[in-house]
C-alpha cells in the first residue's frame, strides 16, 4: 500500500517496460475487496507460520516485486522462495521464477490471472501458482510439469488444501476464508 492508500501494478511484459520504467511510472488500480485482503491476509499468517516453523524458506505478501525478466515485472498477492533458493531474493523483490506464486480472483482480474499470468508463469518457470477465489471460496492449486500447468488440486466448500510444496500442511478453507 503506498503512503495514498493507492494500491499500484503495471505488467511490464506487453508494453517493452524495464523494471526501471516500472518504478518509474505505476499506474493506479483500485484498492482489493474486504473478502480479497481477509484470504490474503489468512493465507500468509497460515503459511508463514509453517514455513518459518519447519525453516523451509520465506513468504512473501504483495506489493512485493517479482522481477521475471529485466521487461516482466509482476505483483502477486503471496510469493514463496524455498530456503536452497533464497539467492533470488533481493531487497527490491524476487529476481527469477519463486516457487509459489498466488494470486487471488476478483471480477477484474480472474481472466488475466487464470489465462494470461498462468500462461507467462509456466513460461517463466514458476513451479506452483495457485488462485484463490473468495467469492466461491475454491482454490486451484497448479503444479508445472514439462512447462505446463497442471491442475494438482481444486478444493472448496468445508475441504482442505493440502499442497506437495508444503509436506504436511492442511489448509482449511473454512479458515483461509474466515
Not at 509453517?50 to 513468504?59: C, F, I, P, Q, T
Not at 499470468?117 to 484463490?132: E, M
Request: charged share 25%; aromatic share 8%.
Amino acid at each position: 500500500m503506498s503512503e495514498a492508500g493507492t494500491r499500484y501494478s503495471v505488467e511490464t511484459g506487453r508494453s517493452g517496460l524495464t523494471y526501471a520504467d516500472y518504478c518509474a511510472m505505476l499506474f493506479a488500480e483500485p484498492s482489493p475487496r474486504r473478502a480479497h485482503q481477509n484470504a490474503v491476509g489468512n493465507l500468509f499468517a497460515i503459511l508463514h507460520a509453517h514455513v518459518r516453523a519447519h525453516g523451509l524458506g520465506e513468504v512473501y505478501v504483495a506489493p512485493f516485486d517479482v522481477i521475471l525478466d529485466p521487461r516482466t515485472t509482476v505483483v502477486p498477492d503471496l510469493v514463496f522462495v524455498v530456503r536452497d533458493r533464497l539467492e533470488i531474493v533481493a531487497e527490491r523483490g524476487v529476481e527469477g521464477a519463486p516457487d509459489l506464486l498466488v494470486e487471488v480472483l476478483s471480477p477484474g482480474t480472474a481472466r488475466r490471472d487464470r489465462v494470461r499470468k498462468l500462461n507467462a508463469y509456466a513460461r517463466y518457470g514458476v513451479r506452483h501458482y495457485w488462485l484463490l477465489d473468495p467469492e466461491a471460496k475454491t482454490v486451484e492449486a497448479f503444479e508445472l510439469v514439462d512447462g505446463a500447468y497442471r491442475l494438482a488440486a481444486a478444493v472448496g466448500g468445508d475441504d482442505e488444501l493440502r499442497p506437495g510444496v508444503f509436506p504436511g500442511l492442511a489448509i482449511s478453507l473454512p479458515i483461509l476464508f474466515a
